[in-house]
């Protein structure tokens, strides 16, 4: 969580070949003030364990599934992301 998921094109960096040709790739930055002094203590850092079949990942609290939730949206990921928030919005009420 201490690393702000961006998406290049969206922050004017200039476009290098594989921006182009996969414009949903994610770049996680670090250090962004900004981002860091928003976030709560204890939660840094996430472990997401994976499912034996390798298919899945648990979220282990509300903040880390958000954080997934939102790196999955800004991948464009939105099927995904639609059952997230689903999931989320149940396991919240």
């Given at each position: 969580?201490?690393?702000?998921?961006?998406?290049?094109?969206?922050?004017?960096?200039?476009?290098g070949?594989?921006?182009?040709?996969?414009?949903?790739?994610?770049?996680?930055?670090?250090?962004?003030?900004?981002?860091?002094s928003?976030?709560?203590?204890?939660?840094?850092?996430?472990?997401?364990?994976?499912?034996?079949s390798?298919?899945?990942?648990?979220?282990?609290?509300?903040?880390a599934?958000?954080?997934?939730?939102?790196?999955?949206f800004?991948t464009?990921?939105?099927?995904?992301?639609?059952?997230?928030?689903?999931?989320?919005?149940?396991?919240?009420?």
């Open positions: 969580a201490i690393a702000e998921p961006i998406r290049p094109c969206a922050h004017g960096a200039p476009l070949p594989v921006e182009r040709c996969f414009p949903s790739q994610l770049v996680l930055r670090r250090g962004a003030k900004d981002w860091v928003q976030l709560k203590a204890g939660s840094r850092h996430y472990n997401y364990p994976l499912h034996s390798g298919t899945m990942a648990f979220t282990p609290a509300p903040a599934s958000l954080y997934f939730l939102l790196c999955r800004l464009w990921h939105f099927a995904e992301v639609s059952a997230m928030a689903f999931a989320i919005s149940e396991a919240t009420s």
